[in-house]
């Protein structure tokens, strides 16, 4: 079965500085994309960086950044120079399959808080 | 700016009453739209799958009689809360695919259903 797993109820880090995101991903299907969605308390689900499994290179979206490690089934997020405004709730999540978008259903993780302190 | 409306963002409603919520694509076609529940501080359910013109998809321990789910035109899914008790009481977001490829998954913005 597939299962998505993030390890880190909470984080703490201070401004400016890089946090790490653990996630760490099962399933036997060798086509799947990985997703980092960002949630502020306001609710809404704010896409941020995906990787899909036949992708060579770690996906990078200006301070995020994916370290995919296909061996180990983990894709944990990073997050540059940290900001007061990424203080929200990380979650990480797996779909199966993308030829033409025949599965889509995202499977989530449990989600990590992180608080960015000034 | 979004690209999936969900309205309405919050409802309160009294035991035993429906409340109907709206997802809506803005400036694509979605032909699958997907239902998604999230109690305090857990992750995103999904529920169902919404396929337009045809049936939607529910997932394994989801009652279809009890959450209908409409997807009669191209830009519109809708969740019926038929009968809505207190333990229906949770958010609700719906998501939609933009063009074939996965990462063009978009979300609403989330209904908060309160059942009193």
């Known amino acids: 079965a597939q299962k998505i797993t993030q390890t880190q109820p909470g984080m703490f880090v201070q401004e400016k500085e890089a946090v790490t995101l653990d996630c760490t991903y099962d399933?036997?299907?060798?086509?799947?994309?990985l997703f980092w969605y960002k949630q502020p308390s306001s609710g809404e689900m704010i896409f941020l960086i995906y990787?899909?499994?036949?992708?060579?290179q770690n996906a990078t979206e200006g301070r995020y950044s994916l370290n995919f490690q296909k061996a180990r089934k983990s894709a944990n997020l990073v997050i540059s120079a940290s900001q007061l405004g990424d203080s929200a709730m990380y979650f990480c999540a797996m779909t199966l399959g993308f030829n033409g978008g025949a599965t889509n259903k995202l499977i989530f993780g449990t989600g990590t808080l992180l608080a960015v302190q000034p | 700016g979004a690209v999936v409306s969900q309205h309405p963002s919050w409802v309160i409603c009294k035991s035993g009453t429906s409340v109907k919520i709206e997802c809506r694509s803005l400036?694509?076609?979605?032909?699958?739209m997907f239902w998604y529940r999230q109690f305090p501080k857990q992750s995103l359910m999904l529920m169902a799958t919404s396929n337009e013109g045809s049936k939607a998809t529910y997932e394994q321990g989801v009652e279809k009689d009890k959450f209908l789910i409409n997807h009669a035109s191209l830009t519109l899914s809708t969740l019926t809360v038929t009968s809505a008790h207190p333990e229906d009481s949770s958010f609700y977001i719906c998501?939609?695919?933009?063009?074939?490829?996965?990462?063009?998954?978009?979300f609403g913005s989330g209904t908060q259903l309160s059942v009193l």
């Open positions: 990787q899909g499994s036949y992708d060579q």
């Open positions: 399933t036997s299907d060798p086509s799947y994309g």
């Open positions: 998501s939609a695919i933009k063009g074939r490829m996965n990462e063009k998954l978009f």
């Open positions: 400036d694509f076609q979605a032909t699958t």
